[in-house]
């Protein structure tokens, strides 16, 4: 199974705030996101010149860019990248809110304060702003169709189970992909993530697009309904519901 790898750059010309930069990233992911630590891989540069020098248009998801920085400085920093990439995200890493304006002109996602350990609040609100869209490409489902590796979100997902003919069906929201992968297999990539549910025998469905529960069936949002298995009825109720408390 191929894993995603969300790739960060921390660019500073402080060394001393460069590690600590690292370290607490490094650090706040570990103690908040373990499940998908192993998925982060964080680079250090030690200049705006050092990281254009080896930048690529897709290579990045998120830079952190502090904004004081001698010879090219943040903003110019990230002016250069956003004409190279349009879709990662520029968060700038500052002693002052002096200059946070600047950073609408590149789209920045937002901002650290320095020193982070003082201003713990804001990191997690920023970090926690971004990492939906950092988890979407984390969570894929591989498959196999017509013999070529396919990747399918698992945010598109709306149920899978098995076809009149056997086959493997993943169910999106207006058509379905017939996949010569097995259902074992799909369930072991997908029941390790919280929103989906097996609630019938090779039937696992994806709680985000639950719309109603029945008694004997779930409801989703393109009004589709996924069964309950009469086994399962007391179980899969329960997690649903503790699933939309928690969500």
């Known amino acids: 199974m191929v894993i995603y790898m969300i790739k960060i750059a921390i660019v500073d010309d402080s060394a001393r705030d460069l590690i600590f ?114 988890l979407d490409k984390i969570h894929n489902l591989n498959i196999i169709v017509k013999n070529e590796n396919i990747s399918i979100s698992y945010k598109n997902i709306y149920f899978i189970d098995i076809n009149f003919s056997h086959h493997l069906q993943i169910h999106l929201q207006n058509r379905e992909i017939i996949t010569s992968s097995s259902y074992s297999d799909c369930q072991s990539q997908v029941l390790n993530d919280k929103r989906f549910l097996e609630c019938h025998h090779r039937v696992i469905v994806n709680m985000d697009h639950i719309k109603s529960m029945e008694n004997e069936d779930f409801i989703l949002e393109n009004d589709v309904k996924v069964p309950i298995s009469q086994r399962k009825r007391r179980e899969s109720k329960l997690k649903y519901m503790q699933y939309i408390a928690n969500k």
């Open 21 to 134: 930069a690292k370290n607490y990233l490094v650090e706040y992911i570990y103690k908040n996101h373990s499940d998908i630590f192993k998925n982060f891989v964080i680079d250090v540069y030690s200049s705006g010149k050092a990281l254009l020098e080896k930048f690529q248009s897709d290579k990045y998801s998120v830079i952190i860019l502090d904004i004081f920085m001698n010879a090219i400085n943040g903003i110019r920093t990230a002016q250069i990248i956003r004409m190279r990439d349009r879709n990662c995200k520029i968060i700038f890493l500052t002693s002052s809110d002096e200059f946070i304006l600047d950073g609408y002109s590149v789209f920045a996602t937002g901002y650290f304060l320095k020193p982070l350990e003082d201003n713990k609040q804001k990191f997690a609100e920023t970090f926690e702003y971004i990492l939906p869209d950092l």
